[in-house]
Each structure stands twice: as C-alpha cells, then as structure tokens.
C-alpha cells in the first residue's frame, strides 16, 4: 500500500457502528418517543418471527488497561455487583410496563458487554440471567455471547452462561507481547488464554472469538508476528483485529504512553498488512473492516447469504432490531431511534430508582438519516452500495459522485451508474469511503477530535 495514499487518508473519523454516528446525534427523543419506537420495533421483529435482541453493560474493572475506551468503572470491591444488578433488573422490569409487555419477550440475541461482565461471579451471573429469562423465551436459533477477560474467567462462569444457552465468547487478548502489555497494563499469559479457550471448547461454546489490536505502543512487526501465530495455533473461530484508537483528550489513561510510543501511520498498517497476511495463510477470511473468520464461522457464513450486520456491538451475523439496552451508558436502537443511558453510574442508579427510563440522550432519525444509515452499513457490510431507486436517493447523494471522484482516482472504488464497489484496495480505507456518504459530517464542520485516525 502507497506511503502517500496513507498519508492522504489517514485523518480523524468515525467508525461507522451507527450512522448518524454518536456525536452528530442532535434529535433527542422524549421517553415517549423512545418508547413507542421500541414498541413498534418489538412488534415488527415478533410478526417477522426474527425477535428482538438485548444487550447488558456491565461497567466493572478490576484493573485499567490503559488503550481502554469503553465506559468502566474501575474497582476491586465485588460488593457493587449485587445492587447493579437489583438495578439491571430493576430497569428491565420499567421497560415491560412501559412496552406494556405481559407474556415474555421472544429473543434472538443477548450481549454481556462491558467492563468486564465476568466481574459478576457464578452465583450473580444466575441471579442477572434468571432475572431476565423469566420475562424472555429463547428463539430456536437465538446467539447469546459474552464479552470475557481471561484474567477473571472461571470455568464455572462458563458452566452457568452455557447453562442458559449463551454459545459465544468473545475474549479480550490484545497482544500477548510482554512489553506491550506491561505499558498498557495488561498482563495476561497464553496459557490464561489456553485454559479458557479449552473450557470454552469442552463446554461446547461454538464459536470462541478473539479480540486483538494493533497500533499498540511498543508493538513492532516481530511482536504482531509472534501474538498472531500464538494465536492461529489456539484456532479461534472469529478474530476481530481492531485499530487502536488514540484518543487521550477524552480517554486520560492513554496518556501513560505518548504518541512517540505509537506506531505511526504507515508503520501501524504495516502491522495490520503483516497479522492480516499471517491469518489468511492461517485460513482465516477478512470480513467487513477489521475482522476475520473460519469459513465454519456464523459471520462467515453470514457474507456468503448476505445477512452480515453492524451495529455498536461490532459485526452481527444476521440483523436483529430491536436492541433493548441495560446498565449504565447502554445504546439501545429502534431502528429509527437510538437512545443511550446516562453515563454516570450514580446518575443512571439514581433515575431507575426513581422509576424512569433512564436514558439520557439519543437521535430520533429522519428520512434522508435512514437512507444515508442503509448506504454506510452496505459498505461496511457488503462493501458496495447502489441508490438507483428513489427509495435509495436523497438530495445529499446529488452530487456523491463528485464526492466519490477522487477514491475512485486512487483505485478505491468502482462507480458504476448509480452504484459504488469498493476495490480490494480500498478496504483499508472503508472509513473514508463511508464519509462521503456522511451528511452530517459533511454539513457541520467537522470536530476532528471527536474522532481518531481512520487508518
Ligand atoms: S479493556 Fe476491558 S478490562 Fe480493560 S479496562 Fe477496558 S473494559 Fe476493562
């Protein structure tokens, strides 16, 4: 890939999980709205027989890795687990009387994000998930999936998910370099991965997915090379291969390390180029941007039917709408509404207590965010999109051809009449092609520190 190429789109933007993406979100939604979205979405998806999808944030820490972006709460005292999760339930149960649901819920998917959802030991982990199955039946092909830390993961965690039918795990590994993870403070061994992997295998999870990163600082050609064969050696049936994002103005642990540490643009493709190269020849398939999958893999199998999603938790294999989200910072998505909770543990405690839906902002979409929204996720998904038909046009897309002239010079994409196809070589630059289709970004003038670098 050509130095200058990088250089030229290597600038800040988003990552494209939703559209409009969350700090253009300017169309709050009154709990009313919020809910009647919800209520149309639940009936959609019982009528299509798809169901409906939940997703859980657990926010506990027990230690900062220091690359981290998500929503934490760092703590070693277990004893916040117990009230959370009376609180979880507790909201679960004000989204039932205000969806005014009295039989159970039919559900194709549940998430357990975090934080660290294996924060919860064994017994509250059956606590959290009796709670919620007694107002939920399983749909027959449902994919229940968990995002685990080996470092705190038992067996006997893994005994109660399988219990209730979760089938996926998702295992934070990053890279198994020891210099690397001393600086973003994250020691964990292959062996700790090993054991967990082996459970999980025994227990008959059926797809164990591994999350890596690169961009790392210290991270070198060598020390990507060693985790990536560490890791094609435990066979991981999904592997999602992310681009660190820098952000230490919002994110402050990130500042134990300096953008001298980094690997700078073309040394960070680099090593995205070299683990992308070792995992096909390991027999892995690049899927969307940044992930790979075993060709006995859902995902895999999901861009083969044309089902693959993308949603904030990443790529689905399939797309289930709507997602009801619990726990504090939660995104939940209607479809045409995107509501998120409020931020700050003690806030979001103290609204559900008080009895209310305890969102504190989202987006209500319009007509021309629907179509842009379907646009993205085509690309993000399918890697082409086409707005040929008047249900795929707005006024924004007049003059996207002009926008999509200079990819289509750098050999990016393809236009063909009223369509674009992004080239095998345009899939590093999937982000910027995708922001050509952004009016909002496009209308505002952009606040690049919102965002990190797209390569
Ligand atoms: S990376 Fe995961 S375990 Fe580490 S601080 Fe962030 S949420 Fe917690």
Not at 144 to 158: G, M, Y
Not at 331 to 348: H, M, R, S
Not at 403 to 423: F, H, M, P, Q
Request: aromatic share 10%; glycine share 6%; with cysteine.
């Amino acid at each position: 890939m050509s130095s200058s190429l990088l250089k030229k789109y290597n600038i800040p933007g988003p990552r494209y999980t939703s559209y409009p993406t969350v700090p253009y979100w300017d169309q709050n939604p009154s709990t009313e709205e919020w809910i009647s979205a919800l209520k149309i979405s639940i009936k959609e998806s019982t009528e299509s027989g798809t169901g409906a999808a939940i997703y859980v944030h657990i926010p506990f820490c027990e230690s900062l890795c220091t690359y981290c972006g998500c929503n934490n709460r760092i703590t070693r005292n277990h004893g916040v687990s117990d009230p959370y999760i009376t609180t979880i339930l507790r909201e679960f149960e004000l989204y039932r009387e205000k969806l005014g649901i009295t039989g159970k819920l039919k559900l194709s998917e549940l998430h357990l994000g975090g934080g660290t959802p294996t924060f919860l030991t064994p017994a509250e982990l059956t606590r959290l998930l009796s709670g919620i199955f007694e107002h939920c039946e399983s749909m027959d092909d449902h994919e229940f999936s968990i995002e685990v830390d080996p470092r705190v993961t038992s067996r006997a965690q893994l005994e109660v998910l399988r219990t209730f039918g979760f089938k996926r795990l998702s295992l934070g590994i990053q890279d198994f370099d020891p210099k690397v993870q001393d600086i973003v403070h994250r020691i964990q061994s292959v062996e700790e991965v090993k054991k967990i992997t082996c459970d999980a295998r025994d227990l008959d999870f059926t797809s164990v997915n591994f999350d890596l990163i690169y961009g790392l600082p210290f991270q070198t050609i060598q020390s990507i090379e060693q985790t990536v064969r560490e890791v094609a050696e435990l066979r991981p049936d999904r592997i999602a291969f992310y681009s660190y994002a820098h952000v230490p103005w919002i994110k402050a642990g990130q500042r134990r390390f300096t953008e001298l540490d980094l690997p700078s643009g073309d040394e960070k493709r680099m090593l995205y180029e070299r683990g992308r190269e070792l995992l096909e020849s390991a027999g892995y398939i690049e899927i969307g941007m940044d992930h790979f999958a075993l060709k006995s893999d859902s995902l895999f199998i999901s861009t083969q039917n044309g089902t693959l999603h993308r949603n904030f938790m990443g790529y689905t294999a399939r797309k289930v709408n709507p997602i009801l989200a619990l726990g504090v910072s939660a995104i939940g998505d209607a479809w045409t509404v995107f509501a998120q909770n409020e931020k700050l543990l003690e806030t979001y405690v103290e609204r559900v207590e008080r009895g209310e839906i305890p969102i504190a902002r989202g987006h209500v979409l319009n007509a021309e965010d629907l179509i842009l929204r379907r646009h993205i996720l085509n690309l993000m998904t399918l890697m082409s999109t086409s707005w040929e038909s008047p249900q795929e046009f707005v006024p924004f897309l007049g003059d996207i051809q002009k926008r999509l002239a200079e990819l289509e010079r750098d050999e990016l994409l393809k236009i063909e009449c009223n369509a674009c196809k992004v080239t095998e070589k345009g899939r590093a630059f999937l982000r910027n092609i995708c922001m050509a289709f952004d009016a909002r970004l496009a209308q505002k003038s952009p606040e690049t520190r919102l965002f990190s670098s797209t390569i």
